[in-house]
């Protein structure tokens, strides 16, 4: 079946890592993606990842998959407030047209 | 080009009313999709055009709700006698036409049904 869970909350103290993790169960999805919603808007496009890959970098940001587990996590460096946000974890199955959202997590962001 | 445009930001209506939202996306963008999300919770698939054709429509899509993409540029979403668990954020996305890499979300309409 498909589903995407994430952990609902994180705090962490400004400038320290902040790690979101998420588990998928579709192990056919190729294409794995962090997306980032702030209150009242959009979501936002992150970050992605593709199957064949086990990590990606980009700035502050480092993806890390372990397919073996089913396992994707986000690692934001030096955490700013700005970052405050919701984190959604979703995948898209192979040969799907949908993206699958897990709940998101929250990050709070204390300075 | 300034992303995905939704109109309106915020709609109230009573139940049992129509209700239409309309989606302007990216120009070069022919994917595009509806979502609804509500309070806690991630945004829940509801239909997907690539051009004018919709080839994709979520069960959770009841009788009441139609969506079309008629020259496959903007698309306009119905929902017919609303009722109070209509009350979301309804989400529209684009993407281009090879691309896996994500798509842009606009802001969305939030639907109050009183």
């Known amino acids: 079946g498909e589903d995407v869970e994430q952990s609902l909350f994180l705090s962490v103290r400004e400038g320290d890592s902040s790690v979101i993790n998420c588990t998928y169960t579709d192990s056919s999805s190729t294409y794995l993606y962090w997306y980032k919603q702030e209150p009242g808007a959009g979501l936002q496009l992150l970050t992605y990842i593709f199957s064949n890959m086990d990590m990606k970098q980009d700035q502050r940001l480092t993806v890390l998959l372990n397919k073996k587990d089913k396992h994707l996590s986000l690692r934001i460096a030096d955490t700013q407030t700005g970052d405050s946000a919701i984190y959604f974890c979703a995948e898209i199955p192979t040969g799907g047209f949908k993206t699958i959202f897990g709940a998101g997590t929250r990050l709070f962001v204390k300075a | 080009d300034t992303g995905v445009s939704q109109d309106p930001r915020h709609k109230i209506t009573k139940r049992g009313q129509n209700v239409t939202f309309r989606c302007d996306p990216i120009?070069?963008?022919?994917?595009l999709y509806w979502y609804r999300q509500t309070l806690g919770q991630g945004p829940e698939f509801l239909t997907y055009?690539?051009?004018?054709?919709?080839?994709?429509k979520s069960r959770l899509l009841s009788d009441r709700f139609s969506a079309e993409r008629p020259k496959g540029s903007f698309s306009t979403l119905e929902i017919q006698r609303t009722e109070q668990g209509d009350s979301a954020m309804y989400l529209c996305?684009?993407?281009?036409?090879?691309?896996?890499?994500?798509?842009?979300f606009g802001s969305g309409t939030r639907l109050t049904v009183v």
């Open positions: 055009f690539q051009n004018e054709a919709q080839l994709e």
């Open positions: 120009s070069e963008h022919n994917r």
């Open positions: 996305a684009s993407g281009p036409p090879r691309d896996r890499e994500g798509y842009t």
